[in-house]
């Protein structure tokens, strides 16, 4: 089976633009959560979509939003890019059958994004 | 007050010898999962074991075992006979039952296998 996929795998882009980048889960899993990694901050939770439905959201600003389509793919944008969101940027898929703490996540290899 | 704290910014074990990476976690959920990743210098995140917050045995895959201590807070991650491809950064991981579906992480060790 295949593993969860993403791309592009690198990006670099200038303040002010903005990016979309995308996220293809593991056949059969239905929820999709993005994560942020950077060397200052560690691996922080952006969001997770369950059925094309935003079901929780960490704690980062407007610019950053995403979406699932109905295949369960995601995609997450961000808009107006500023020097800070140079990041690795990880995709994790999980079964999610139902809710409780065994739902193991499985991440992509990520996109690593820069911004100049 | 971090979730989940990883103690041990870089470890070095030799090569074949058993090698114990900390840590501890913190929440008022009585229903928690632990979990270990793995992750190499190409990015990917690995999922290497898990921990339920009621399970009485402690979570053994392969070479990986987990040190459960409840009472103290601690899930430590014991790699058995180290090879050099274990070379990665880890992570301890923490979700729990109540509220959202995140993965609370550490800020990870660096276990460097010496040959």
């Known amino acids: 089976k295949a593993g969860v996929t993403q791309t592009p795998r690198y990006l670099i882009k200038t303040r002010g633009q903005q990016v979309t980048l995308s996220c293809s889960p593991i056949?059969?899993?239905?929820?999709v959560s993005w994560y942020q990694q950077t060397p200052g901050q560690g691996l922080q939770f952006l969001f997770e979509?369950?059925?094309?439905?935003?079901?929780n959201k960490g704690n980062f600003p407007g610019r950053f939003s995403g979406r699932q389509f109905s295949n369960s793919r995601s995609e997450m944008n961000v808009s107006t890019l500023e020097l800070g969101d140079s990041a690795l940027y990880l995709c994790a898929s999980s079964l999610a059958v139902q809710t409780g703490v065994t739902d193991t996540q499985y991440f992509g290899p990520g996109t690593r994004l820069t911004v100049l | 007050a971090q979730k989940i704290t990883q103690t041990q910014p870089g470890m070095f074990v030799q090569e074949k010898e058993a090698v114990t990476l900390d840590c501890t976690y913190d929440t008022s959920d009585p229903s928690y999962g632990l979990f270990w990743y793995k992750q190499p210098s190409s990015g990917e995140m690995i999922f290497l074991i898990y921990q339920g917050s009621y399970d009485q045995q402690n979570a053994t895959e392969g070479r990986y075992s987990l040190n459960f201590q409840k009472a103290r807070k601690s899930a430590n991650l014991v790699i058995s006979a180290s090879q050099l491809g274990d070379s990665a950064m880890y992570f301890c991981?923490?979700?729990?039952?109540?509220?959202?579906?995140?993965?609370?992480f550490g800020t990870g060790t660096r276990l460097t296998v010496i040959p």
């Open positions: 991981a923490m979700r729990e039952g109540t509220g959202a579906n995140n993965l609370f």
């Open positions: 979509y369950f059925s094309e439905t935003q079901r």
């Open positions: 056949s059969g899993h239905r929820s």
